[in-house]
């Protein structure tokens, strides 16, 4: 079973950063892509970012390219989202989760962080 667990969240300006860590423990984190995932209040859950097994393949939302940046460090079981320039329309609660492949399904995703929540406001 493989567990994962969100933190560093918070409240931000907008303009402002924030780097999200995913701990990943259970099974071997090599096996899983690790995708980003983010829910405003009344919307439906967005994919935000995914890295490969590896890490060396990286996918963003429209949104986000150029402000986020996704990595992760096989040896320590952490995937991180740094999170720049953010807006007020980034608020919302992001969660990590893991798949075989990357995909913005999030029903593909087999196991899910409880989220952390990230508000940008002035």
């Known amino acids: 079973q493989l567990q994962l667990v969100e933190s560093g969240g918070g409240l931000v300006q907008p303009g402002g950063s924030l780097r999200l860590s995913c701990a990943v423990s259970g099974l071997n984190l090599e096996r899983y892509v690790i995708g980003w995932f983010r829910q405003a209040p009344g919307k439906k859950r967005e994919g935000v970012s995914c890295?490969?097994?590896?890490?060396?393949?990286?996918y963003y939302g429209d949104s986000v390219k150029g402000r986020f940046t996704i990595s992760r460090d096989n040896a320590e079981n952490v995937v991180y989202l740094q999170m720049n320039s953010l807006k007020p329309e980034d608020t919302g609660v992001y969660s990590c989760?893991?798949?075989?492949?990357?995909?913005?399904?999030?029903?593909?995703?087999?196991?899910w962080g409880q989220g952390t929540q990230v508000t940008v406001s002035s």
């Open positions: 890295v490969s097994n590896s890490g060396t393949d990286y």
């Open positions: 989760a893991a798949a075989s492949i990357c995909t913005n399904w999030d029903l593909q995703y087999d196991y």
